[in-house]
């Protein structure tokens, strides 16, 4: 099995600054891509940041220039350094992980973390 666990979540001005983690345990040989998403009251939930193990990155165009995703590949974590944030940025964060668990299968799997929420309010 495998678990994600997020940190780093709380309650922030605007304009103000988080950095969430992404910790991934359990039964890992591999980890394809990693990312963030979010979802806010009575939306769906959206991707915000992935990032693969080579390193290349997308983000939605709402956070491009105010956030950084980033992993650290030999502690299978995984990161969301979010500035300059917004009310709209408020919602529960989700991190995911595409993990292959065995050398004798190619096979990935997507796990998710539990969620941080991240409210940003005055």
């Known amino acids: 099995q495998v678990q994600l666990v997020e940190s780093g979540g709380g309650l922030v001005q605007p304009g103000g600054s988080l950095r969430l983690s992404c910790a991934a345990s359990?039964?890992?040989?591999?980890?394809?891509?990693m990312g963030w998403y979010r979802q806010a009251p009575g939306k769906q939930r959206e991707l915000v940041a992935e990032i693969t193990s080579s390193g290349r990155i997308n983000y939605a165009d709402s956070v491009k220039g105010r956030f950084t995703i980033s992993r650290d590949n030999d502690k299978n974590t995984a990161f969301l350094q979010m500035a300059s944030l917004k009310p709209e940025d408020t919602a529960v964060y989700y991190c995911?992980?595409?993990?292959?668990?065995?050398?004798?299968?190619?096979?990935?799997?997507?796990?998710w973390g539990q969620g941080t929420q991240v409210t940003v309010a005055s």
């Open positions: 359990g039964t890992i040989f591999s980890i394809n891509a």
């Open positions: 995911d992980a595409d993990v292959r668990s065995s050398g004798y299968s190619s096979s990935y799997y997507k796990y």
